[in-house]
Structure formats: structure tokens, C-alpha cells
T-cell receptor
Framework: GENVEQHPSTLSVQEGDSAVIKCTYS??????FPWYKQELGKRPQLIID?????GEKKDQRIAVTLNKTAKHFSLHITETQPEDSAVYFC????????????FGKGTTLSVSS | GAVVSQHPSWVICKSGTSVKIECRSL??????MFWYRQFPKQSLMLMAT?????????EQGVEKDKFLINHASLTLSTLTVTSAHPEDSSFYIC???????????FGPGTRLTVT
């Protein structure tokens, strides 16, 4: 089955800096890669996702890149703000639509002002 | 749109009792629902996948007799934790998927504490 590795486990940046979180996946059949932000005690919130037919996707300060050959994808947050502080999870879904998501272990991002 | 609710949001029960958690898709029909468990400071671990009208598919290591899942309609799935023990205390989150789409919509979670 699918296995998703996520690094780093913790990341501390200064406000205004960029943050990068990286994930690798094992199943070459995976074709959907969402990123979630989760605040303590709340549900995961989708912040951006990418399908395997696209190499990069951007939404304002957030971007995701995908390298299918290397089986890794990354989350890039620019101009970080204190409210970006949270736990971020990458996930991968293999096979057809309707397949479960397998999550990475999460990255705790702390943005200090 | 795409709202998923869970009930209850938190529950405390005594060891040995059973607890039912409901997951509802409020404004769409969910062909598939998933149940995840999240321990403190850990990731979401998939417990089972349920499709409306059929038996749930459980992940390896998840006891199907302990975690009973029923997906009786396109808008409701239930998870019953039977004979709960303190080690079952966790944050249980469901997600729902509309047919043919990739994005999953998560419920707000249920905090279960077994004393």
C-alpha cells in the first residue's frame, strides 16, 4: 500500500520568510496530492491540491510542486504570517477517485513575528 | 456547500460501554465515507472505508468487531466503538466523498474519552 513520508517534523521561521515542506510517496499509481492545515482540535482544512497531470499549482502565497518521476511533492508558503502557524499534512491518494487518503506524519510550522 | 457534520463533538464514557458517532453529509450525497483516528500530536490514521449499502473495508490492524461501521444511506455513516477502553480515547474524524471526485470533505471530529 501507499506510504507517505513528510519532512521536516517541525519548522520555525520568521514572519515574512518562506517555508517549504516536502513529502515523498511510494505508490506510483497515486494521482492526487492534497495539503491540509490543521489547528489544534479542529478538522483538517484543504489549502491546496494537485493532480498528477500537473507539475505545479499556485494560489496566492501557497504553491505546490510535484515531481512524478522522483515521487515527491512539496508545499511552498511565501511571506509567512503568524496565522500560518499550524500543523500541515500532506496526503496521497492512489487509484481512482474515491480512494482513501494516506497522510504524512505532519509538520508543525511556527511563524514568529 | 460540501458540509460534513459529526455528532457528538465530544463524549466521555466508561470503560466497557459502547459509543456511537454519526457522520452526515449535509448538502451532497456521499458515495464513500472514511473514518480516521488521530492521537495527540500524531497524524490521521485511516481506520476504514465505507460505501453506501455495502460492508466497510477495514485497514490492517483495525478490529472490525470493535469498530462497527454502518453506511446505511448516502448521507449518513456511523461508527460504533464497542466495549470501549481507555486506549480507544482519541479524536475520530470522518470524511465524505462525492462520487467521481477526489476532494474529501472532513467532519469536525469527535473527541472520545474513555474513563
Amino acid at each position: 500500500g501507499e506510504n507517505v513520508e513528510q519532512h521536516p517534523s517541525t519548522l520555525s521561521v520568521q514572519e515574512g520568510d518562506s517555508a517549504v515542506i516536502k513529502c515523498t510517496y511510494s505508490d506510483s499509481a497515486s494521482n492526487y496530492f492534497p495539503w491540509y492545515k490543521q489547528e489544534l482540535g479542529k478538522r483538517p482544512q484543504l489549502i491546496i491540491d494537485i493532480r498528477s497531470n500537473v507539475g505545479e499549482k499556485k494560489d496566492q502565497r501557497i504553491a505546490v510542486t510535484l515531481n512524478k518521476t522522483a515521487k515527491h511533492f512539496s508545499l511552498h508558503i511565501t511571506e509567512t504570517q503568524p496565522e500560518d502557524s499550524a500543523v500541515y499534512f500532506c496526503a496521497a491518494s492512489s487509484g481512482q477517485a474515491g480512494t482513501a487518503l494516506i497522510f504524512g506524519k505532519g509538520t508543525t510550522l511556527s511563524v514568529s513575528s | 456547500g460540501a458540509v460534513v457534520s459529526q455528532h457528538p463533538s465530544w463524549v466521555i464514557c466508561k470503560s466497557g460501554t459502547s459509543v456511537k458517532i454519526e457522520c452526515r453529509s449535509l448538502d451532497f450525497q456521499a458515495t464513500t465515507m472514511f473514518w480516521y483516528r488521530q492521537f495527540p500530536k500524531q497524524s490521521l490514521m485511516l481506520m476504514a472505508t465505507s460505501n453506501e449499502g455495502s460492508k466497510a473495508t477495514y485497514e490492517q490492524g483495525v478490529e472490525k468487531d470493535k469498530f462497527l461501521i454502518n453506511h446505511a444511506s448516502l448521507t449518513l455513516s456511523t461508527l460504533t466503538v464497542t466495549s470501549a477502553h481507555p486506549e480507544d480515547s482519541s479524536f475520530y474524524i470522518c470524511s465524505a466523498l462525492a462520487g467521481g471526485f477526489y476532494e474529501q470533505y472532513f467532519g469536525p471530529g469527535t473527541r472520545l474519552t474513555v474513563t
